[in-house]
């Protein structure tokens, strides 16, 4: 049976292991600003990997593209980021913490009393969260242009070229990952909460009246997606946005949440946006932004049904959800991440036996032939259990040992993480093995 995971836990193993490192973590670090060790890139990578993958390669109507982080300030004007995206700031007069307004107790909120010191808060004023910065040697507001908050506005700025150059037709998708930014006014829970994230977006236009069957399908296809990755579905649950939450541009929207250790959180949001972007960007740029049915020869605006998801926030709800504890024979406890094969950041653990006898320069061969195919580590430190014990930790789905029987029939002990189970498989034989095992990977809830 599984411990309960803390983020303290958790932000232990990923600095031991290599996932998460603090930022300038040698000047004190930088708050909100985290670095992705060896592990944690090939993780993160595996994972935006297997999105971009089920979100176009699968789909012959999805295409994607990879906008600038900086466009022209009008842009942000008119999808109402300059005058909407705010959050309420309060300061406390007395302690000088600052706290969104929307996040803290009620009673606090209504009493305008700190919920760390009991002080006198400020009264509430807006703060835009999105970064400027200057273009050119000048610094005035001729100049001033924002670091992007999503990646969304890039794709709708792009929608005649990409209409006029793939020759899609609606509906279809543009998917996008890349860079976003928000001065969150608090950051906390390690990586879920950063001011510099990476997003993992996607538009699908439809035709006005089909917005909504569309919403469902989507809606369901995002569901289905992290049992996919490998995620329990017992952590996640849906969360519909009322009238308070939902968004300037939305019709509808629903949450994805995860039961992170700190509690359920939102992990992905699917939303119905209307005609509000193309119609926006028409006004404010003066260029037509409708569409020509050439079947139907109606022209129209397409409705949007946006599935937007956090790279960043599902790295740490894949390391949430794979963490484990568990016990084994005579007591002793093994620490083991579960990461669907797909994504795990090494694929393959090769060990010699011992060193001698010529194993370990047989088990270097093997493991620098396996490279082409996985991602392999080599280890020949320490007992073979001790080995195993630390690809465990780090997530590694298969691990093989090279011992005196491959001398003679040139097989090797294929273990699996997760059962601790061991099979001979011969040597030519392993990359197919493997293929066949990923496939039929299942995790259990």
């Not at 919920?115 to 050119?136: Q, W, Y």
């Amino acid at each position: 049976m599984a411990n309960a995971l803390t983020m303290d836990t958790l932000v232990s193993l990923c600095k031991r292991r290599g996932f998460v490192f603090q930022s300038s973590e040698i000047y004190g670090g930088l708050a909100s600003a985290w670095d992705y060790g060896p592990l944690g890139v090939e993780l993160k990578k595996n994972i935006q990997e297997f999105w971009w993958k089920e979100m176009t390669r699968v789909h012959e109507n999805i295409v994607g593209i990879d906008a600038a982080i900086m466009m022209h300030p009008r842009v942000w004007e008119a999808s109402g980021h300059v005058e909407n995206f705010t959050d309420p700031l309060v300061d406390c007069k007395k302690c000088k913490q600052r706290f969104r307004e929307d996040k803290i107790p009620q009673e606090n909120a209504a009493a305008k009393k700190c919920p760390e010191c009991n002080g006198e808060l400020t009264d509430s004023r807006k703060f835009n969260l999105m970064f400027k910065t200057f273009m050119g040697p000048v610094e005035d507001g001729g100049n001033l242009v924002y670091l992007r908050p999503e990646t969304a506005q890039g794709i709708y700025v792009n929608f005649k070229n990409v209409v006029q150059t793939s020759r899609v037709k609606v509906p279809f998708g543009i998917a996008q990952v890349g860079k976003a930014f928000r001065n969150e006014i608090t950051t906390k829970n390690f990586i879920f909460r950063t001011c510099e994230f990476e997003q993992l977006e996607m538009q699908y236009f439809v035709a006005p009246g089909e917005d909504d069957e569309w919403f469902e399908f989507w809606k369901k296809a995002r569901w289905d997606y992290y049992k996919k990755l490998g995620v329990r579905h017992s952590k996640l649950r849906f969360h519909q946005h009322g009238p308070g939450e939902l968004a300037h541009y939305a019709k509808v929207a629903f949450d994805i949440e995860y039961e992170f250790p700190m509690g359920w959180q939102e992990l992905e949001g699917i939303h119905n946006r209307t005609d509000y972007d193309l119609a926006r960007h028409s006004e404010f740029s003066g260029k037509d932004q409708s569409y020509l049915d050439e079947e139907t020869k109606k022209k129209y605006i397409p409705y949007v049904v946006e599935t937007s998801a956090g790279l960043t926030r599902t790295v740490l709800a894949v390391l949430s959800d794979a963490y484990e504890e568990q016990e084994v024979e005579a007591g002793d406890t093994r620490v083991v991440m579960h990461f669907h094969p797909a994504i795990a950041p090494v694929k393959l653990g090769v060990f010699p036996l011992v060193k001698k006898d010529g194993l370990a320069e047989l088990a270097q061969n093997i493991e620098k032939d396996l490279r082409e195919d996985f991602t392999t580590f080599y280890d020949h430190g320490g007992a073979i259990g001790r080995r195993y014990r630390r690809q465990d930790e780090v997530g590694t789905p298969y691990c093989i040992t090279i011992d005196y029987q491959t001398k003679e029939d040139n097989t090797v002990t294929l273990r699996y993480r997760d059962s601790m189970e061991q099979v001979r498989v011969k040597v030519a034989e392993i990359p197919e093995f493997i293929r066949k095992a990923d496939k039929e990977y299942r995790r259990e809830e």
